[in-house]
């Protein structure tokens, strides 16, 4: 291998004979190209039609091409290097690296050079020191008055390694440039050996199987559709009361935003229409990993929902819009092949649009490679349950808000799945929780009847963990990707698969045998069939014929066998490879290297050894796995038995016990003797190939014959065992269906199962769900803070809650730390663990189904974006105040904390206000602002709640943590002040003044009691602020 690699170094250094000017692009045709908004943003040029010169010694050839004949961009005109007739300018493997360059200007480009991916030019001098690589300069031609070329590179079997860096860590888009062989006829017209051709870019969006891919999360790419007409519309109807240089999408006219979302590595294909307002919650929720948008996107009166975008770090790449507007049928090409058939009469049109813009890019993407994405799925917002963006975050859902990380989340918390797509399904649950009482139930049926069953979920999970990412391992496959690894673990899979049929038939049965007591609850005769429905989606008969067909024709043994060797000479390759790298060799540059680092000669070879090296042959396929391979392994034996014969003869008729049959790098077939064997072998043989004192290679031609033909027949089976492997991948396309299908039960399994070993773990019960909008939750926790406070031996206190007909806020007050802001987000997560289809932290549970969940928590800035403390705040506040529903439920932290008590109670008023009287959302209202308890005496469905101090007569105190009705006007500040460890003249200081400010409200409070002082001022500061606003509308 690595010959080859250093011989393609090293044709770099070319005769002037083989220089050819290669095809440059005719401006005239170029399609303009734009600036880029954002320096995040990249752009790549999609244009339908595009004409190309191409120019060889004065000789000049037009060629037009159609999109579909042609795998690349524009080409842009503006990084067109002038032309020098009088030097040609780079030898054939530069000049095609600086082709893909220009019509790949938007990526990084890696090009394969042998067993090498390389940069040059100015993307060498950019990612080198990013890469961690070592950068070299070279003329590109002896002796060229050309300034030298930047290289840099690394061994292509790191290619993920480094694919990481550029796309996962640096958001690039990486063309990978392969090489082909040029047959001879190409060659003869003055070609170089190899072309170079881009065959795929790889984006943070686009990964297939990528090695660096997260497995527990789904890597989604995010189209999402606009009518930019409604930008242009906004400036004559002012839709919005809210300024627009505030990027919100509350100030940006109302209208539908069509998203259609897909993970390549899964097939996962969905689409969602939603209103622009809830964008931001909808892109937190998906998560994407790229977002693409129409290129108007980047003009100036368009760009605010990119910075909207921008604003919560997602990646964003613009895309000329295809020219022909695409329809759903233009899908079903890229689906799988059961899907002809799906209904397409559901979509709207924006999500139409945002489907054929996702899959025009995904095409360009992958350069004509098919995809087979499943069935779209259409999100329907009425059928889940909303997490606003904010309360994904200020829930903890699926991070934390201090570090961002995983550990501390719910999810983590939750996450008791054995699998990696069972995981993933819980994520995409707990994102979005259902809103169907029926599906809910039907998956607290399975997890009622996990708990119910321990010995059934013990064996499930044990299956479980015995399973491979079938869902990803299939994907593969579709892409022409997936080896005789991935065969195996499919057909493992598929045979663990079936002994979780089993076991749930016999579970199924077991249940069924118990005569149905009619006096049981409905409920109970429910749950016995949830098994038996499972158990009815799956499909086994052709993918369990497929996993014999693997087990039949895969040798395990072999193909351990051959991942050693392979480790093997990865590990000595990677030793060598910076060291040749670092001096960027020729075949010259290596012999001047020390002897030390020079490759061993077997490793050169590596690529060109013999079969009959002396070395056991490695087989990845069982040797009857066909007719053909088994007919050439008979060969193959029957010739190592004429060989064996030839060297006993041999041995015999010279009396040179040591001779052995060999082949050599160097020498080929040769028989080898040592010792005194060579003076007798010289008698029979006299010329010799090479001699030593003690030993003497010569030649035998019957065994040079018979090597060749062992050679021969070792690279037919070869060629048959790959062929053998190509039908193998096919017969997994065939079945790609089913197989996807399957993975979905074993998810849904896994899930249930995690749930069922949380609820016993954690003592969680089983709610009770309704469409009423009320709650009753009694004996609530917090999943997350409990276990916390579990680590270091502390209990938490269970708290109720109950909201709805009689009392739809509570408004709760009381010191710091005495879990406020824990009770109102526990609340809140008991919901979606409820709608998730999880047991929930109560000793009892009934909820209302909510449609959307709202949160206004901790205090965070963004001043990057322009945006204070209190405007945060409002912007989260404003988003509630505008889409919370009857049916929502509303949390509400401390509004009106960032600005000055009078001005912040008067905002927590009118919030309250609101959400009493437009909302109606079931609404939890933590404060210290206590005038607002006065305020809202006259809400009738609005009940005081809150929780206390006890303090010991020798100054020790304590929370009480568990909320009773009422009022608690003391926040005792200064006791968490001081345990937090103000300087003690601090905290004096601060006792003084504090009683110094009691005594004087006191004094005004008296006049005006029950804070009506401040309703009336409240009432004209609303007023006023109207009148400001007219004004600023006007
Ligand atoms: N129900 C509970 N049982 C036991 N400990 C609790 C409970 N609720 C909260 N705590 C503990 O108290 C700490 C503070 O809780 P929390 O932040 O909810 O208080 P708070 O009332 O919102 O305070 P502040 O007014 O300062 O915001 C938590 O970190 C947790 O350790
Ligand atoms: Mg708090």
């Not at 158990?535 to 087990?551: D, G, K, S, V, Y």
């Not at 002082?1013 to 004004?1031: E, M, P, W």
Request: overall charge neutral.
């Amino acid at each position: 291998m690595l010959l080859k690699d250093i011989r393609n170094l090293t044709r770099l250094k070319l005769s002037r004979r083989q220089i050819h000017i290669p095809a440059t692009p005719s401006p005239l045709f170029l399609e303009p190209t734009r600036a880029f908004a954002k320096p995040r943003a990249v752009q790549p040029l999609i244009s339908s039609r595009w004409l190309q010169t191409s120019q060889r010694r004065g000789a000049k050839k037009k060629v037009t091409l159609a999109l579909n004949d042609i795998q690349q961009g524009a080409i842009e005109t503006v990084a067109l290097p002038p032309q020098d007739d009088a030097e040609p300018r780079y030898p054939p493997l530069l000049q095609q690296v600086r082709n893909n360059m220009l019509k790949f200007s938007h990526c990084v480009l890696v090009t394969r050079v042998g067993g090498f991916y390389e940069l040059y030019f100015e993307h060498a001098d950019e990612f080198a020191p990013l890469l961690n690589l070592k950068k070299s300069k070279r003329k590109a031609l002896r002796g060229s008055k050309r300034p030298a070329i930047s290289m840099s590179g690394f061994p292509a079997y790191q290619l993920d390694r480094y694919l990481k860096i550029l796309v996962q860590d640096l958001n690039k888009h990486v063309a990978i440039s392969d090489e082909f062989l040029n047959d001879a006829p190409t060659k003869a017209k003055g070609e170089p050996q190899y072309t170079r051709r881009v065959t795929r870019i790889v984006t943070p969006g686009t990964l297939i199987d990528e090695h660096f891919m997260d497995p527990w999360e789904n890597n989604y790419l995010l189209s999402i559709h606009v009518d930019p007409e409604v930008f242009k519309k906004e400036k004559t109807v002012k839709e919005s009361p809210g300024s627009s240089s505030v990027s919100s999408v509350l100030n940006l006219p109302r209208t539908e935003v069509g998203l259609a979302w897909i993970d390549l590595s899964s097939g996962d294909f969905l689409t969602q229409s939603t209103d622009i307002a809830s964008l931001p919650s909808a892109v937190a929720r998906i998560k994407p990993r790229e977002i693409v948008l129409d290129s108007i996107f980047q003009e100036q009166d368009h760009s605010r929902i990119v910075s909207i975008m921008q604003e919560d770090g997602h990646v964003i790449t613009f895309q000329e819009p295809s020219q022909e507007p695409l329809t759903v049928k233009d899908w079903i090409p890229m689906l799988e092949d059961a899907v002809y058939d799906f209904d397409t009469a559901n979509f709207t049109a924006s999500e139409i649009a945002a489907g054929g813009s996702l899959l025009h890019y995904v095409k360009h993407q992958l350069l004509g490679s098919r995809t087979r994405l499943q069935a779209p799925v259409r999100h329907q917002p009425g059928e889940h349950m909303s997490i606003d963006k904010n309360s994904l975050k200020a829930l903890e859902i699926r991070s934390t808000i201090r570090d961002g990380t995983y550990e501390g989340s719910l999810l983590h918390s939750l996450k008791k799945t054995v699998t990696k797509s069972g995981t993933r399904l819980l994520t995409q649950r707990l994102s979005a929780p259902s809103m169907s009482l029926s599906t809910i139930n039907d998956r607290l049926d399975l997890v009622e009847e996990m708990i119910q069953y321990p010995q059934l979920r013990q064996d499930i999970v044990s299956l479980l963990e015995q399973t491979f990412d079938s869902l990803r391992i299939v994907t593969k496959f579709t892409y022409g990707r997936g080896d005789a690894d991935d065969l195996m673990e499919l057909s493992k899979t598929i045979a663990t698969t079936s002994d979780i049929l089993n076991t749930l038939r016999q579970h199924a049965s077991l249940r069924n045998a118990i005569p149905i007591d009619y006096t049981m609850a409905a409920s109970e005769t429910q749950r016995r069939q949830c098994i038996s429905t499972l158990e009815r989606r799956f499909n086994l008969a052709q993918p369990l014929e497929l996993a014999h067909r693997i087990e039949h024709a895969i040798d395990e043994e072999g193909l351990s066998e051959y991942h050693r060797i392979e480790d093997e000479a990865e590990s000595e390759m990677s030793d060598l490879a910076q060291d040749v790298l670092g001096r960027e060799a020729g075949e010259e540059d290596l012999k001047e290297m020390p002897k030390r680092i020079q490759p061993k000669p077997h490793m050169i070879v590596g690529s060109f050894k013999s079969a009959t090296d002396g070395r056991d042959d490695v087989h990845i396929m069982k040797r009857d796995a066909s007719t053909t391979l088994e007919r050439l392994h008979n060969t193959l034996d029957a010739m190592g038995e004429t060989k064996a014969n030839m060297e006993r003869e041999l041995r015999q008729k010279m009396g040179t016990e040591s001779l052995v049959l060999k082949w050599t790098p160097n020498l080929a077939h040769i028989a080898h003797v040592k010792g005194k064997d060579a003076a007798r072998a010289t008698a029979h043989y006299p010329r010799s190939l090479s001699s030593s004192k003690s030993t003497r290679s010569f030649q035998v031609p019957e065994w040079t014959q018979l090597g060749a033909q062992m050679d021969e027949t070792r690279f037919r089976i070869r060629t048959e065992e790959q062929r053998v492997l190509g039908e193998l991948r096919e017969a997994v396309v065939r079945n790609l269906v089913k197989l996807r299908r399957n993975a979905a039960v074993l998810d849904e399994l896994d899930v249930a199962c995690a749930f069922a070993i949380l609820a016993v773990e954690k003592n969680f019960i089983r709610p009770i769900l309704s469409a009423e909008p009320s709650h009753t939750i009694v004996g609530g926790r917090h999943p997350v803070v409990e276990a916390g406070l579990g680590e270091q031996g502390r209990k938490f206190a269970p708290n109720d809650c109950q909201l709805g007909d009689k009392e739809r806020i509570w408004l709760i007050t009381g010191p710091n730390m005495a879990g406020k802001s824990t009770y109102l987000r526990q609340n809140a997560l008991i919901s979606i663990l409820a709608q998730t289809g999880s047991f929930v932290p109560a000793e009892y549970a009934e909820i209302g189904l909510v449609d959307k969940v709202f949160s206004r928590v901790g205090s965070a800035d963004n001043l990057y974006q322009d945006q204070s403390t209190f405007m945060v705040e409002m912007l989260e506040t404003a988003q509630i105040l505008k889409e919370a529903t009857p049916r929502s439920f509303v949390i509400m932290d401390e509004v009106g904390r960032g600005t000055t008590p009078e001005d912040g109670i008067a905002v927590g008023y009118a919030c309250l206000h609101h959400l009493y009287h437009v909302n109606q959302s079931r609404t939890l209202f933590a404060t210290h602002f206590h005038a607002l308890t006065e305020m809202t005496k006259d809400f009738e469905k609005l009940g005081c709640y809150c929780n206390d101090v006890v303090e010991e007569p020798d100054g020790k105190f304590s929370y009480v943590h568990r909320l009773r009705k009422g009022v608690n006007r003391e926040s005792h500040a200064l006791k968490v002040a001081r345990v937090a460890g103000l300087p003690e003249e601090a905290i004096a200081l601060a006792a003084k003044v504090l009683k110094q400010l009691k005594g004087a409200t006191n004094g005004t409070a008296k006049a005006s009691t029950n804070g009506t002082h401040l309703k009336g001022r409240v009432d004209n500061a609303t007023i006023h602020t109207q009148r400001q606003k007219q004004a600023m509308d006007a």
